[in-house]
């Protein structure tokens, strides 16, 4: 089991549960914006958001965005040190930097130091887009190895200076790297990891990637804190970290819906029933399993597990329930009886 840290009041590893992240877009020191988009990732389900400290400007903006969200932030500095003084002076609930690129040891130490005294934990954030230019000769590459002996480096950095209030992450866009990156560092530490496959691309790739990457190590066990990286809407992010977190088994809230595919049997026009439900039951937190099924021939089989379901005949369905049939209704009426059902338990 990894150690264990807090970021405010998230605990993060030690066998916690996997916290979701993500990172506001907006210009930082634009307050307003900022928070405005801090309590949209909120109310999606967000746990700990970080924000760019590119300036002094956005450093010193952080104790006016703490003050009016309630999640945890997170400071992401890169280069300058100073940016880290300030944000701790200013009450941020954890820091991510490469201690690599922030410069001579002694900044290092003014970090390590200033965030020991306040209890700020910090992330070292490996990406393979930035790993140093020796690791890359040594290893000829980007390589997993290269990765985790850089994280370690940083680790090791931190740790002389009297700092051990530390995660790890290694991302990489290339999916099985990341993976192998992440294998060996859990084998190598028990600091907690944050998992992400960084530059994941638009939803229609990026969700793969990162139900691949993120929700794999997830089903071995690795990774304490998760960040879906998608050029979208950061909300976005949320909803696609919180579907990997059900289909890894972590998070029990929220409908699991199954849904055959159709085929040659199918008598119901099925697919829209399936999106509509689907649809329907968005914000439905019941811990509950759902089945659309398009014929009686796999239907309550297959889904037997289900708490309530339906499967296809002729122009109608039979809803079931825990493989037990229940009543027919006409194909019109699936999605309501469904929802009438689902309302009751
Ligand atoms: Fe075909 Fe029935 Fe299986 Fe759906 S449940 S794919 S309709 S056999």
Known sequence: MTKQLYVGKVPVGGGAP???QSMCNTKTDDVTATVAQIHKLEDAGCEIVRIAIPDEAAAKAVDRIREQISIPLIADIHFRYQYALLCAERGIDAIRINPGNIGAEEYVKAVADSCRKRKIPIRIGVNGGSLEKELRA???????????ESAMGHVRLLNKFD??????????SDVPLTMAAYRLLHEQTDYPLHLGVTEAGTPTMGLIKSAMGIGGLLCMGIGDTIRVTLTADPVEEIDAAQRILR????RKSGVNL???????????DLIPIAQEVERRLANCDKNLTVAVMGCAVNGPGEASAADIGVAGGDGVGVLFSKGK?????PQERIVDALMTEIEQM
């Open 18 to 20: 996997v916290s979701i």
């Open 138 to 148: 040594k290893y000829g590459g980007v390589t997993a190895e290269a990765l985790v």
């Open 163 to 172: 700092f051990d209030d530390i995660c790890i992450s290694a991302k990489c």
């Open 247 to 250: 289909a890894s088994g972590l």
């Open 258 to 268: 199954i849904a055959c595919p159709t085929c040659g049997r199918t008598r119901i």
């Open 325 to 329: 049939i229940l009543y027919k209704v």
